[in-house]
């Protein structure tokens, strides 16, 4: 993946917020990516996501605020392999030398062996679609660096935390859940912004929509990811993009999104687009 820095922004762009004291959400240019672990464990932390291309400094500054200086992380777990998300992983790889975990089935995206299939500018949407053929769906490379996680749904140095299987988006893509209080690390498995709206995606005006349509290849998976997600009854969530959401707001949008998920979420056309139902 070619690493040069992406133009892209939104008016929340360097915002970090405390959605529980041990889960901070901090918002790289377009993106969200998350610290678990309380900030007084200065070495006890773990990092999911890791931002946009050559957004590395950016995250070490953040992390020397939160966590104090030469402060690092257990380990890297990463929702999936897109561009967005794996921005930085090479760099503070090299730094840290810290595992990275991420599913087995996303693992040739992130070993060099295979390509994303190229986004889908022509589904509708807004201009961040039209423009997303631009953005790269080449591979990383961590090499040994990164591992399957435990098949039993377990997370490396995250005691209470479970990963669940939620492809569609990417087909290995995960979300993280925590049963004890109920928070979710959605990844791009929903989503609470309109990803494929230039304007929405500047001023982060708050929705709960689908995946990010234009990177999208399975929508049943998808779908079925959202009800796994669903049924969970999170009381809080982070997701890849867009707003941390709590409660009531959190629930019934989650349920709106379920009853209609083809309206909401589904492109009315596109390259991927070819439902089984």
């Known amino acids: 993946m070619d690493q040069q820095y992406m133009p892209m922004t939104s008016l929340t762009s360097g915002m970090g917020r405390e959605v529980t004291p041990d889960l901070y959400c901090y918002t790289n240019q377009i993106v969200n990516l998350c610290f678990v672990g309380l900030p007084e464990k200065t070495n006890e932390w773990i990092l999911v996501d890791t931002g946009m291309p050559e957004s590395a400094g950016r995250i070490l ?3 020397e605020e939160r966590f104090g200086e030469n402060s690092k992380p257990k380990a890297i777990v990463l929702t999936h392999g897109h561009f967005d998300h794996v921005g930085a992983v090479v760099d503070l790889v090299k730094k840290w030398r810290v595992p990275v975990y991420a599913h087995e089935a996303e693992l040739p995206f992130l070993t060099g062996k295979s390509s994303y299939p190229e986004p889908d ?6 201009l961040v679609a039209k423009i997303s053929p631009l953005f790269p769906n080449e591979p990383v490379d961590l090499g040994n660096n990164v591992e399957a996680l435990p098949a039993d749904g377990s997370i490396p140095y995250m005691p209470g935390w479970r990963w669940i299987h939620t492809p569609g988006h990417t087909p290995g893509h995960i979300s993280l859940f925590r049963d004890e209080d109920r928070s979710l690390i959605a990844g791009d498995a929903f989503v609470t912004v309109k990803q494929e709206s230039l ?13 990010p349509r234009y990177l999208t290849t399975d929508w049943d998976a998808a779908e079925e990811s959202v009800k796994k997600l669903e049924a969970l009854k999170p009381a809080v969530a982070v ?24 309206r909401i979420a589904i492109p009315d056309y596109g390259r991927y ?4 139902h």
């Open 199 to 211: 304007y929405k995606v500047i001023t982060q005006e708050k929705e709960i929509n689908g995946p």
């Open 273 to 276: 687009v070819n439902r089984k």
């Open 239 to 262: 997701t890849g993009h867009g707003h941390p959401m709590s409660g009531e707001e959190l629930s019934k949008g989650l349920q709106i999104l379920v009853n209609e998920f083809d």
């Open 121 to 126: 500018g022509s589904v509708e949407g807004g």
């Open 61 to 63: 500054g953040v992390v």
